[in-house]
């Protein structure tokens, strides 16, 4: 089994010997280097498609595992290293992640013509790639980290592609801070995991986790914050409720770029974070996740129907999705959850993509602008069509399959504890209101009457390069999750979370619950997804209602909704309004005390050097200068003597003698 | 009853001389005046010289000493007349006050 890790390494280093090769030569490199990139991920894109037929040829064996892993160093106790943990996930998400990547480098060929900076983007791309690929491969914690951190790095140069343009500059450094701040959290997780364990490496963590808990070293609420602390980094980086307002920001990168990153990898990251340590989530952690991810599905769905920009709509769509996965990891749907995950990397990168081509051909963002697109650009409607179809939950594509999974185990967690019934009911309206919002988006791009007559006869279909990864991608979403969930169901039977034996949740008697409750949940979606897709058609197809009056009429909400429940405000005010207010505070310390202290000592220093001055001048001087005063004193006092008159001399000499004499007899005299 | 001589008396005698010569020496401008005072000097502490030797001393060591000074100050008189001569006859005078030609 050797060779599936010599063929992981090289899956893992292309992309990053693409990406180093291109930030040097890439002005040397013929086309700006994108063949070469393109090539980089390409290969990688069919070897891990040749892994994961290794991965079925094994024959459907949940614990197949491969590991192979080298000593980095030392820290404390413990030991860090390099190492791969490739598993049946590993093998879906290496597929996952190189095909996504692939298309996008491809459609980028097009779409990015004639930028400035075309070869420096290839490069930024392919350091995703390897980034993601790292994430994926690794088999220890710290290096989980570190690849989370070059994603998050690699996001922020995407992201702020466009770096001249104000807003785009902002939206990277949004992204980045935001999901820092979910990172301060994971990191502080893993270090209270590292203290108890002493190891980074995967399945002794989730070991020594366990016999942790089960010896009573870690109390059941010390097991749950570690699970909490680590979901925060998933947080920031799979955009859940709180730390979710980089996303539609991060809009601002190029629309592939929004694609891979916003839709299909990155912010997968969290969810796969969450799939991947799912061992070390106790019971009441996952349902924190769970409780974060319907909030977070729920609210963001409802923003994407307020929503006119083509690609914010998709963007608060994917949060939504999102916190699908995140739910139905945190109710027990581990299978369900991991194969939304690929499904929506399909049909979301694909409806990125078509959005970008309509942006292409359109030159706007704003739907409003748009309509009757449908004739001028077949390819891209009957593609973006079949995505719109597969995330609304149309039966048949992967969508249905894989939301079916999630709402069957939402439905079973509820059936289980009757408290949490409202999960399956908030996640059965997000269902109704994802199909309002992507029909709503189909029609108002593709139907309606071309608002704007010059603007739709500019417009016209893609070049083949980005209509090609198009065609491949719908593909994927009508099929996926067909051969992934549906008859053969290998997928939930592939993907299990590592066990370590009894601890932690035990999954299998929810999935059994699922199953029995699966009709049910089907039934029911497919109801919600057609009444989402029919009130779409009434407001934005036949016009039977207007969508203004409608609006209009509910007033105060749709005010709420469509400024994303004031929540950029609300961190204007408090998270950088307080910053800023810490920041003057601070400023005036700086001003008063420190300036005081430097000033003080200026001031001291200035004092002393005055009064060393006046020693010197008064002192010094004056010592100096008093010697020669009095030497000339001397000298004036002894030219007196100096007559040079000889009879003088005499009378000096005769009354020195005469004064030395006498003052003898009177010492004689009196001592 | 009569009067004996003793050192005392002489050692008077000397100090007259020698406040005399003395008195010359500061008063007068004259150069021959000087060396006149300086002569009584001289005389002065020869009659000491003799006057000691007599009173205390056995030998004749004083008379000597007195002997020796009287042809010193001899030659004395001889090289300083010689140089009064020489000044008169560049000056055309011998005031002592005026010849201050070195000091300029």
Known sequence: MHSVVEICLIILFLPLISSTALIFFNKRLPRGGDLLATACIGIPFCLAWYVFYRVIAVGHDPQFLITGAMQWFTIGPGNAGWGFHIDNLTAVMLVVVTTVSFCVHVYSIGYMRGEDYYGRYFSYLSLFSFSMLLLVLCDNLLLLYVSWELVGLSSYLLIGFFFRKHSAA???????????????????????IYRQTHTFNYIEVFRGVQEAVQSGAWSETTWTIAGILLFCGAIGKSAQFPLHVWLPDAMEGPTPVSALIHAATMVAAGVYLVGRLYPLFSPDALLFIAYTGLITAFFAATIAITQFDIKRVLAYSTISQLGYMMTALGVGGFAAGLCHLMTHAAFKSLLFLCSGSVIHAAHTQDMREMGSLHKKMPVTFWTMLIGAAAISGVPLFSGFYSKDAILASALGFGMEHPNHRIIFIGLL??????????????????????????????????????TGPLVVLAILSAGAGWFALGEHGWFERLVVPYSVGTAGVAPAAVEADGHSAHNIAMILSIVMAGAGILISAVFYYWKTCSAERWAKALGPIYRLVYNKYYIDELYKKTAVGGTLIAMRILAVFDRVVIDGLVNFSAYFVRAWSYISGAFDLHVVDGAVNGLAWGTRLVGTISTLFQSGVVQNYIMKVVAIVAFILLFQNILTTFL | MMLQPTLSHYLVVSSCLFVLGLFILVTRRHAVRLLMGIE????????????????????????????????????EAAVALAIILAIYQQYANIDIDRMNSMRE
């Open chain 1, 170 to 192: 902002d939206a990277c450094k949004k992204a980045f801070i935001t999901t820092r701040v979910g990172d301060v959290g994971m990191f502080i997780g893993l270090l209270m």
């Open chain 1, 429 to 466: 309206i997000g269902a109704g209101i994802t199909g309002f919002y992507m029909f709503r988006l189909i029609f108002m791009t593709f139907f309606r009457a071309p608002a704007d007559d010059h603007r739709y006869r500019h417009a016209h279909e893609s070049p083949r390069i980005m």
């Open chain 2, 40 to 75: 009584l000097i001289l005389n002065a502490a020869n009659i000491n010289l003799v006057a000691f030797n007599h009173y205390t001393a056995t030998g004749l060591d004083g008379h000597v000493f007195a002997i020796f000074v009287m042809i010193l100050a001899a030659c």
